[in-house]
């Protein structure tokens, strides 16, 4: 009986003190505003007396703030504001806080002084930074030689900024559990559409460098996959919302790179100014606000806070960018970054808070979105073996939980709770997907953005194709599909027929595939055999990249385009693709190609008579490898949308042409080789370069199996071809080639008055390709290849290379109408060649941040 009484009172005591800890940790809200002008005070420090629980307020002058109990001071403070203290004895836990400005005296004459011009030198702010940016290396995680950490990360997104009126219109009457107030003090609401969380055990290690990242848990919202790439959609989302790192030179966000305030280039770029001292905890920190000098670059604007404990780190940042700068569809970018003590006394990243809210004006309904992280367990300085690091810097670790006890587990292992509303995304998606009208939408959707209309186990399109014109077809009519997972995970089928009203002639295509690791043949990784032919026209030379020829939005073309081939195409093919991004494909091609338009495979004789060739037929084998580096992307109904980073693109092919199999009638080797890379200049914008080269081996091979180099006579600009290069007027062996597109973003145009308002970006690009012809596959030395293209006007009209390089320039306005660039392009040379225009304006649909 003791016994259990004392066992009973243990208890009973040590809930008695877990609820009197829990007491003890009490979180007030509120918000801090002008007394006189009632605006919001962003920036204002609020902060436990004597110890080091501080926070500042966010850009509408709210805070939130833990506190041990409420015999504390609590006070808040503002640079050129009457300091205030909190009375915390009442029990209420929402402030309304108003700051008087410290020189209200009732008449004041005031002589305006001499405007003092901002300068880096002896200007005590500027050299702050630089023993910040001296410091810098031995402050970020790359400059300890081993740390660990346990890392939570949340991701979620949603509709904002609707009204009430919005909210109760009759087509959302089912969907009102799916709505919530943005606020208690405002009448807008959200509709959350977006979740994702991660829970992640990281490893670094500086010599050998190598970051390990095991995935222990993860969850997020999933759509219908016939609908969403919901792992495209994650990659391009995490891209948005990327890492934010201080000590970084370069920020990238949003595709795009921001100048850090702590970068070795920084007091070029920003305005510093010291503007508080804070001394309610240790070390003292330094109140640091930095402004950029030109409103309307990539940089930022906000406070850093710095130790003065002699490692000048950053303990915390809260940060923006200007409203004036050149960014499409982004209202709001706010930053937040919290630094923690670890076990060596250096500082970590304790908390990263990343906020972005998009919207196509100013005002009205948007998308917001926030990306928080959170990090513990932060352990400096531990040695792990080698065996910690091997493999790939991601690698999954996920054990399986029960359903019934997974929400437990998240609470568990979650560094912070979710919001009521984001505790309910899950289900609501889920929810969403089982309702009628809502796969209505979706189907709708997915037609006007990917082309295909759902049918069941078969989707029909792209619709874009059902309607084309040339004119060696004239109107083209054509229908097609394929089928989708609900028919089968492993097999897929796809094709098309068409009819042209000019040539009467029917085309058509049919593929299958069967993949070989119960994947979509659509998805990464990759790895299926496919069988297809193929009856139909093509323009010799013509690349597209993302788009069919027959789009009906390149029916409309310049100058003479009576050049096709009709071609009877027989592929097997096979593609792997590795987890490191690396790619083989290999396959048998058997093509037959027959002359179209104004084409013509004339064999002249020394004695100058002619010989019309009705086709030529080839069998061809194929090695291709691929490397992409750390490659994201997002994968369509169509194509994968890359999204490019600082990495190099690697790509090396070879093309066997084999003479007596399966009818082939040549021999040759085509080996070539094509490197891209972004190249990120920070405030200057970035350039795309791709190089490429190609060596052809063999001799008296005719000019179709030759290099035909990519031309462009649509009215619109294309990236991988040469905009004022007829089709087939190059044709070689052997080449080398650049092609450079500069992306400035705005750097002149935004420091010119007026013109800055627009927010155009300057694009500029140059192009060219070097190359020739062996005498043993030119026509004017060899009679046994086919003669020169010649044009309607019996003109020749295609050369090979002479003594200097083809080369196009252009320079143009990105970003009119936030979505359309327009290029003046200048051919530079080879102007004598007959239908060939000096200069031209093309036009390119491109959205982008």
């Known amino acids: 009986m003791k016994n259990t009484l004392r066992t009973f009172s243990l208890f009973l005591l040590s809930i008695l003190f877990s609820l009197h800890v829990v007491a003890q940790n009490i979180t007030i809200r509120g918000k801090v505003t002008d007394k006189q002008t009632k605006e919001a005070i962003e920036f204002a420090t609020v902060a436990v007396v004597g110890t080091p629980h501080a926070t500042k307020t966010d850009e509408n002058g709210n805070f939130e703030l833990t506190i041990p109990n409420r015999n504390v001071k609590v006070r808040v403070s503002y640079v050129g504001y009457i300091t205030q203290d909190l009375n915390l004895a009442s029990n209420k836990s929402l402030y309304e806080v108003e700051l008087a400005s410290d020189n209200q005296i009732e008449e004041v004459f005031v002589k305006r002084p001499k405007r003092v011009k901002y300068s880096n030198k002896n200007n005590p702010a500027v050299e702050l930074i ?55 003090t405002t009448s807008t609401y959200m509709l959350p559409a977006y979740m994702e969380e991660k829970v992640s055990k990281v490893y670094y290690r500086s010599t050998p460098k190598k970051t390990k990242k095991y995935i222990i848990a993860q969850q997020k919202a999933q759509f219908d ?105 982004v209202r709001d970018l ?74 437990q587990f998240w609470a568990s292992i979650r560094q912070a709770p979710l919001d009521s509303y984001e505790n309910n995304i899950y289900y609501n998606i889920d929810s969403l997907q089982t309702m009628r009208s809502f796969k209505r939408f979706m189907d709708i959707a997915a037609l006007v953005l990917s082309g295909y209309k759902q049918a069941g186990p078969v989707e029909i399109g792209p619709v874009n194709t059902f309607y084309s014109y040339n004119p060696v077809e004239g109107l083209r009519l054509r229908v097609g599909g394929r089928t989708t997972e609900q028919l089968s995970t492993r097999f897929y089928a796809e094709g098309y027929t068409a009819y042209g009203m000019e040539d009467k002639k029917w085309k058509y295509f049919i593929s299958g595939a069967y993949s070989l690791n119960n994947k979509s043949v659509f998805k990464y990784p990759q790895h299926f055999i496919r069988a297809s032919y193929q009856h139909d026209t093509k323009i010799p030379g013509q690349s597209l990249q993302f ?55 004339e064999l002249i004789g020394e004695n100058g008579s002619s010989t019309f060739v009705p086709e030529i037929n080839t069998t061809e084998i194929n090695l291709g490898f691929r490397w992409a580096p750390k490659e994201q992307f997002y994968q369509g109904k169509l194509y994968r949308t890359p999204i490019y980073n600082q990495y190099p693109i690697f790509t090396v092919n070879y093309t066997a042409g084999i003479k007596g199999i399966l009818g082939g009638e040549y021999n040759y080797h085509n080996v070539s080789a094509n490197i891209f890379k972004r190249v990120y200049l920070s405030q200057f914008g970035y350039a795309d370069v791709n190089m490429d080269g190609t060596y052809i081996f063999g001799n008296n091979i005719p000019y179709p199996l030759l290099t035909l180099h990519r031309a462009n006579q649509t009215y619109a600009y294309q990236l991988l071809s040469y905009n004022l290069m007829n089709f087939m007027e190059f044709i070689s062996d052997h080449h080398a080639a650049l092609n450079i597109q500069y992306y400035m973003n705005g750097f002149l145009l935004n420091k010119m008055p007026l013109i800055k308002k627009l927010q155009l970006r300057e694009v500029f690009s140059f192009k060219g390709v070097y190359g020739g012809l062996r005498n043993s596959n ?50 530079l040379n080879y102007l004598n060649h007959p239908n060939v225009s000096a200069s031209g304006i093309r036009a390119r649909i491109k959205v982008d941040f």
Do not use: C
């Open 547 to 601: 788009i069919q020829e027959d789009n009906v939005l390149l029916s409309f073309k310049r100058g003479e385009n009576k050049s096709y081939l009709y071609n009877d195409v027989y592929k097997l093919e096979y593609k792997a693709e590795m987890k490191n991004n690396f790619s083989v494909e290999a396959g048998i091609t058997r093509t037959r190609q027959k002359p179209g338009g104004i084409i013509r495979y």
């Open 778 to 827: 030119n026509p004017t030395y060899n009679t046994n290849v086919f003669a020169w293209q010649r044009n309607t006007d019996n003109e020749i009209s295609s050369f090979t290379f002479g003594n200097k390089p083809y080369m196009e320039a252009s320079v143009g306005l990105a970003n009119i109408f936030k979505v359309l660039r327009v290029d003046y392009v200048r051919r």
């Open 130 to 184: 630089r023993k910040v940016i001296a410091h810098r290396d031995q402050n970020r995680l790359s400059g300890q030689e081993f740390v660990e950490f346990e890392q939570y990360e949340k991701l979620s997104l949603g509709l904002s900024n609707l009204s009430q009126k919005f909210v109760e219109k009759k087509a959302f009457k089912k969907y009102q559990f799916l709505f919530k107030k943005e606020s208690d």
């Open 334 to 407: 706010n930053i937040e970054l919290d630094f923690e003590k670890d076990n060596l006394n250096k500082y970590y990243l304790s908390r990263s808070a990343l906020g972005i809210d998009f919207g196509l004006t100013s005002k009205g309904k948007g998308v917001k979105g926030n990306r928080v992280v959170y990090y513990k367990d932060y352990v400096n300085g531990k040695a792990r073996p080698d065996s910690i690091y091997e493999g790939d810097e991601v690698e999954l670790a996920i054990k399986p939980v029960p359903e019934e006890t997974k929400d």
């Open 225 to 329: 996959p016939k609908f969403v790439d919901s792992e495209g959609l994650t990659n391009y989302f995490n891209k948005l919302y990327d890492k934010v790192d201080i000590y970084d030179n370069d920020i990238t966000l949003l595709t795009n790179q921001f100048l850090s305030p702590i970068a070795n280039a920084a007091p070029a770029f920003y305005r510093y100014y010291i503007t508080d001292t804070i001394k309610t905890g240790t070390p003292y920190l330094v109140e640091l606000s930095f402004f950029p000098r030109n409103k309307n670059d990539f940089l930022f604007q906000g406070k850093l806070y710095i130790t003065l404990d002699g490692q000048y780190a950053v303990q915390s940042v809260k940060m923006k960018v200007s409203e004036d700068i050149n960014l499409n569809f």
